[in-house]
C-alpha cells in the first residue's frame, strides 16, 4: 500500500495560487498513477487531478481545468497540485492517493492526513 503525506495548503484570498505535495511515505509512487481528491465540509471527497506514471498523461475535473496543474518528480517520489486563480468554493481539505487512472478511483482505502486549502472571498 502506498502511503502518503500532503503539504503546502493554507489560507489565501481568491484569485492567489497554492502549490500543494504529496510526498511518498514508505513505499515508492514508481509505476503507479497518482491523483488529487479533495472534500468540503458537508460534501463528499471528489476528484480533482490524475497523472499518469511516469507522467505522460494528466486529466483534471472541469471544475479545475485550466487553473490546476498535477505533475511529479519521481526522482523525489513526489506529487503536486499547483493551483491558480483560487476560488472560495475551492476550499477544501485536499489528499492525494495511488490510483486507478481509466476509473478515477484510489487504489487503496487509506488515505492521508490531507492538507486544507481555504480560500477567502
Known amino acids: 500500500q502506498v502511503q502518503v503525506v500532503e503539504s503546502g495548503g493554507g489560507l489565501v484570498q481568491a484569485g492567489g495560487s497554492l502549490r500543494l505535495s504529496c510526498a511518498a511515505s514508505g513505499r515508492t509512487f514508481t509505476g503507479y498513477s497518482m491523483g488529487w481528491f479533495r472534500q468540503a465540509p458537508g460534501k463528499e471527497r471528489e476528484f480533482v487531478a490524475a497523472?499518469?506514471?511516469?507522467?505522460?498523461?494528466?486529466n483534471y475535473a472541469d471544475s479545475v481545468k485550466g487553473r490546476f496543474t498535477i505533475s511529479r518528480d519521481n526522482t523525489k517520489d513526489t506529487v503536486y497540485l499547483e493551483m491558480n486563480s483560487l476560488k472560495p468554493e475551492d476550499t477544501a481539505t485536499y489528499y492525494c492517493?495511488?490510483?486507478?487512472?481509466?476509473?478515477?478511483?484510489?487504489?487503496?482505502?487509506?488515505w492521508g492526513q490531507g492538507t486544507q486549502v481555504t480560500v477567502s472571498s
Open positions: 497523472i499518469t506514471w511516469p507522467g505522460t498523461s494528466t
Open positions: 492517493a495511488a490510483i486507478n487512472y481509466i476509473l478515477g478511483s484510489p487504489l487503496f482505502g487509506s
